[in-house]
């Protein structure tokens, strides 16, 4: 309920300090704080949290709604038109606009606060990669498809490159670290894409690796149940599938349920009903011996997700461009 407060406080933040109509700003103020706006839903539903967290909760929804009056009424007072024409240098300059975070900084940051608590450490990697990080390392041989021109966008062909996926990351973890660890990544990834609805050339990754003895398919799926359960609620439909990745054996895919089209078929979920979230599965025995590892004393799991879909799934955004175009109101 913390993120939910803390949304929608950036998003009346922004909202106030964007409208330049006063009859607007007034149905942004009963939109939140009146008799059945936002901040008293908050506060009716109160009753649902658990009790030890209700006096946090209840304390964050009050400062919420204070900061929501201050803020429309610094801009009715600055929307009165001025009586004074004299210049006075002594007046304390304008505050200067408030901003807020993009949509995709908002889900990053919620993603690394629960892979946090699940034990995982915040990593990062270098955007122009080589094809040892990017590809040889990670299982994928020199005539495998990933390596095409038309997938990869290179800078120095053949060795220097955008990274196509923050797997690249990943190698560097299992060459660098030493086991037991457990790191997530995230950041941007290119490839050569026909720019559509839900694809483009810049795209985020997040990215999740472990590595320790003992550890199994179990472990993962217990691992990216929590994580879907936590970030997209309780009662989004969850499936996994068997599914082929060079870097991964056995290799699976986690979807969820599609929010535009409630399952019936839309250009988001590509007519399927159901958003592929993410792949994942156990590090692929030949890469845990590209970097000293051997399979029968330790094991680990890896998963890559595409970031962009999430973000639009949880902002109700139908078209990825709409990310990175430059319309401020997301």
């Known amino acids: 309920m913390r993120e939910e407060i803390i949304n929608i406080k950036n998003l009346a933040i922004g909202r ?13 103020r009963i939109e939140y704080l009146g008799r059945k706006g936002k901040i008293n839903e908050l506060l009716k539903s109160i009753e649902k949290v658990p009790i030890e967290e209700r006096k946090e909760i209840g304390r964050l929804i009050n400062e919420t709604k204070q900061t929501i009056k201050i803020v429309i009424e610094n801009k009715l007072a600055n929307s009165k038109p001025k009586t004074k024409t004299s210049f006075d240098p002594t007046i304390p300059g304008i505050k200067p606009k408030l901003g807020h975070l993009h949509p995709t900084t908002i889900v990053i940051n919620e993603m690394f606060e629960i892979f946090k608590h699940l034990g995982f450490s915040i990593m990062e990697g270098p955007e122009i990669e080589t094809d040892q990080y990017n590809f040889e390392k990670l299982n994928l041989p020199k005539d495998h498809p990933a390596r095409s021109l038309q997938d990869v966008l290179y800078i120095e062909e053949p060795e220097v490159l955008l990274r196509s996926h923050t797997s690249s990351v990943e190698s560097r973890a299992l060459e ?18 026909k720019v559509n609805a839900s694809n483009n050339v810049m795209f985020y990754q997040f990215q999740g690796v472990a590595l320790q003895k003992g550890i199994s398919m179990a472990d993962l799926k217990g691992t990216l149940y929590y994580f879907v359960k936590s970030f997209f609620g309780k009662h989004r439909k969850i499936r996994f599938r068997c599914k082929y990745y060079p870097e991964v054996e056995p290799g699976g895919g986690l979807d969820v349920d599609c929010p535009f089209c409630k399952q019936l078929g839309c250009a988001v ?50 078209d990825i461009r709409s990310l990175y175009n430059g319309d401020i109101k997301y």
Do not use: Q
């Not at 399979?295 to 973000?311: E, S």
């Open 16 to 28: 106030i300090t964007d409208v330049t109509d006063t009859h607007e700003l007034e149905s942004i």
């Open 176 to 193: 660098n670290l030493k086991p037991p660890f457990r790191i997530a990544v995230a950041g941007k990834s290119f490839r050569y894409e």
């Open 269 to 318: 979920c590509k007519g399927r009903g159901w958003l592929e979230i993410l792949g994942c599965g156990m590090i692929h025995p030949n890469i845990l011996k590209n970097f000293g590892h051997s399979p029968k004393k330790i094991t680990g799991f890896a998963f890559g997700m595409g970031l962009d879909r999430i973000v639009m799934d949880k902002f109700k955004i139908k």
